[in-house]
């Protein structure tokens, strides 16, 4: 402990991520483009930045939590970005979910500048930010992956080494594609099931004892009322959002086009989760493909 971080993006995940650092004993120097944000972690002893490179300069390490690529370009690459200021040596753990064509472009711009840029996205969502408990998928050059782990420890109990830049980012993509195929086929298996007539807690404890099982409709069950501290049961208020899915989702299909493999499940969820955005479904926690899926009043 005792190092000089750099935190940007102090989001429902970047938030609870920079005040475990001020916790674990480092300096920590924070800049989000909500002030609000920052006055919570001025309050716990961070300091504050006015612009990336305002916190570049007064760190060693940096790390990214933003919503998407452009977020990330404009952070590291932009106007008073990190590339400004921070020192040779620096290392930039971007932890945001983005493209990982974008990962390496960064990667190479910090090289020329005699900094280490890595990709480091995380599974866990909004408790397990709080919690400490993130797993972190990590992509960069293997020396590197030792002082990365270092500093991830103070936020995430598993550190995963992927391999080279933008592999932590292809783990990512891969695991949410599969989470939303998942989330889909379970909100359709139990909408049927209601609609045959099934008790849904009946009908989830057979399929999670059965074949059908997975974290879905296990552990995030998307029928209001099957589990008590869900989404599902809150109105779908919290979690994790149907736009960043959608975000997410568009990474797989770039992913798969640039790389001529086969998605047919992974394209039907995008698209399914695009009309669920464009229809008001944006805010809602990505489990709400349920209530899409349900029988309208009048239909
Ligand atoms: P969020 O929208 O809650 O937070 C993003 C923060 O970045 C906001 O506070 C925003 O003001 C700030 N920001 C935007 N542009 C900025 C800029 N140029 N400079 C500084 N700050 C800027 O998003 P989140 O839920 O914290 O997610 C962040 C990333 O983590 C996303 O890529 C998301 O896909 C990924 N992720 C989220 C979850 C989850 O459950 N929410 C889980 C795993 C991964």
Same mark, same amino acid.
């Given at each position: 402990s005792g190092k000089r971080v750099g935190f940007i993006g102090l989001g429902n995940m970047g938030g609870p991520m920079a005040l475990n650092l001020l916790n674990k004993g480092n300096s920590v120097t924070v800049f989000d483009v909500y002030p609000e944000a920052m006055s919570k972690l001025q309050d716990a002893g961070a300091s504050v930045g006015h612009n990336p490179a305002e916190v570049a300069e007064k760190s060693d390490t940096i790390i990214t939590m933003l919503p998407n690529s452009g977020h990330v370009q404009e952070a590291y690459?932009?106007?008073?970005?990190?590339?400004?200021?921070a020192k040779p040596g620096s290392l930039l753990i971007d932890s945001s979910t983005i493209d990982p064509s974008v990962s390496k472009e960064m990667a190479a711009l910090a090289e020329k500048k005699g900094m280490i840029f890595i990709d480091a996205p995380v599974s866990g969502g909004v408790m397990a930010a709080k919690a400490g408990t993130l797993t972190f998928m990590v992509g960069g050059p293997e020396e590197q992956f030792p002082n990365a782990r270092a500093i991830l420890e103070h936020v995430g109990k598993n550190i995963v080494y992927c391999g080279p830049v933008g592999s932590g980012q292809a783990a990512k993509i891969c695991n949410n594609m599969l989470l939303a195929i998942n989330m889909v086929g379970t909100a359709e298996a139990m909408n049927l099931g209601v609609r045959l007539g099934l008790d849904p807690k009946l009908l989830s404890s057979i399929i999670n004892t059965s074949s059908g099982r997975s974290w879905s409709s296990?552990? &995030?069950?998307?029928?209001?009322?099957?589990?008590?501290?869900?989404p599902a049961s809150n109105?779908?208020?919290?979690?994790?959002g149907t736009a960043l899915m959608t975000k997410d989702l568009g990474l797989a299909q770039n992913s798969a086009t640039r790389s001529n493999s086969a998605i047919p499940l992974g394209s039907l969820a995008h698209q399914l989760y695009r009309l669920m955005t464009v229809r008001? &479904?944006?805010?809602?926690?990505?489990?709400s493909v349920y209530q899409f899926l349900q029988k309208s009043e009048n239909s």
């Amino acid at each position: 402990s005792g190092k000089r971080v750099g935190f940007i993006g102090l989001g429902n995940m970047g938030g609870p991520m920079a005040l475990n650092l001020l916790n674990k004993g480092n300096s920590v120097t924070v800049f989000d483009v909500y002030p609000e944000a920052m006055s919570k972690l001025q309050d716990a002893g961070a300091s504050v930045g006015h612009n990336p490179a305002e916190v570049a300069e007064k760190s060693d390490t940096i790390i990214t939590m933003l919503p998407n690529s452009g977020h990330v370009q404009e952070a590291y690459a932009g106007e008073n970005g990190v590339f400004q200021t921070a020192k040779p040596g620096s290392l930039l753990i971007d932890s945001s979910t983005i493209d990982p064509s974008v990962s390496k472009e960064m990667a190479a711009l910090a090289e020329k500048k005699g900094m280490i840029f890595i990709d480091a996205p995380v599974s866990g969502g909004v408790m397990a930010a709080k919690a400490g408990t993130l797993t972190f998928m990590v992509g960069g050059p293997e020396e590197q992956f030792p002082n990365a782990r270092a500093i991830l420890e103070h936020v995430g109990k598993n550190i995963v080494y992927c391999g080279p830049v933008g592999s932590g980012q292809a783990a990512k993509i891969c695991n949410n594609m599969l989470l939303a195929i998942n989330m889909v086929g379970t909100a359709e298996a139990m909408n049927l099931g209601v609609r045959l007539g099934l008790d849904p807690k009946l009908l989830s404890s057979i399929i999670n004892t059965s074949s059908g099982r997975s974290w879905s409709s296990e552990i &995030y069950n998307p029928v209001p009322g099957v589990l008590p501290n869900v989404p599902a049961s809150n109105n779908y208020e919290g979690g994790f959002g149907t736009a960043l899915m959608t975000k997410d989702l568009g990474l797989a299909q770039n992913s798969a086009t640039r790389s001529n493999s086969a998605i047919p499940l992974g394209s039907l969820a995008h698209q399914l989760y695009r009309l669920m955005t464009v229809r008001g &479904y944006a805010k809602k926690d990505f489990s709400s493909v349920y209530q899409f899926l349900q029988k309208s009043e009048n239909s």
